[in-house]
């Protein structure tokens, strides 16, 4: 079977990424369902208590295409950019992340207000519906560290959240194998490049796209309907402003 990073690379022209607009969707998977079930879980018995008008959470959970997705439709949610994590900035394109030698894993930037969603809130979507965290070192058909399950933490305070939630998922029996989600901290976070950003909003008929990341959405939409919001905040609304 030819692995999802080798079709992404076929079909995404260098730097522009505009040659896979033109793969019909009749050569999609039928997406009667998503790759990977989604999960109904509680939310985090302990959360941050987060002051100022912006905060930022960093996740790693396969393919970014869909991990932003997912979270630009997050209520409280302002900025959401597909990027690398997790090793040097000199390995931080596509085609080197591709490579899985570089330390870096597919990595979304959250920037949230959290007077409207809190770090906890944005774990449970991520645990959920945002991936499969009992998956090592692949999610779905990506394989590779580079798609590794992986919550990047700024403070101590993150850490500490996130460490609790993994143990009282793992203790609570909601998953059917260990979660084995990494917890790593950020050193630096690198944007990836602009033809990743907003892929899911842009382009909804790629097959990948239809198979693997729809159904998240339309979980999310489902699963947490006091969080969802229709219109997604997308990276090059920002940057047209």
């Not at 409280?76 to 597909?82: D, E, F, L, P």
């Not at 591709?98 to 770090?119: F, K």
């Not at 990494?182 to 790629?206: I, S, V």
Request: aromatic share 12%; hydrophobic share 40%.
């Amino acid at each position: 079977m030819v692995q999802a990073i080798d079709f992404r690379k076929l079909t995404l022209a260098a730097g522009a990424g505009l040659a896979l607009l033109a793969i019909p969707l009749a050569l999609a998977p039928q997406a009667s369902g998503a790759s990977e079930p989604v999960v109904e879980i509680p939310a985090p018995t302990n959360d941050l208590v987060e002051t100022g008008n912006t905060a930022t959470a960093i996740f790693a959970g396969g393919c970014f295409w869909g991990v932003q997705g997912v979270y630009q439709h997050v209520k409280g949610v302002i900025n959401a950019v597909s990027g690398y994590a997790g090793g040097a900035a000199e390995t931080a394109s596509y085609y080197v992340v591709g490579s899985g030698t570089t330390g870096h894993a597919e990595t979304v930037e959250i920037t949230y207000d959290p007077s409207v969603v809190s770090y906890g809130k944005l774990l449970q979507i991520y645990f959920s519906v945002g991936h499969n965290p009992t998956q090592l070192n692949y999610q779905g058909p990506d394989h590779g560290t580079q798609y590794r399950s992986t919550i990047f933490y700024a403070n101590d305070e993150q850490k500490a959240v996130a460490e609790a939630y993994i143990a009282e998922l793992d203790a609570g029996g909601y998953f059917p194998a260990p979660i084995v989600t990494t917890l790593e901290p950020l050193e630096a976070f690198y944007p990836a490049e602009q033809y990743h950003q907003d892929f899911m909003t842009l382009n909804p008929n790629y097959p990948y796209i239809v198979y693997n990341d729809l159904p998240k959405k339309f979980a999310l939409e489902r699963l947490f309907p006091n969080e969802y919001r229709d219109e997604p905040a997308l990276v090059g609304q920002l940057a047209a402003n």
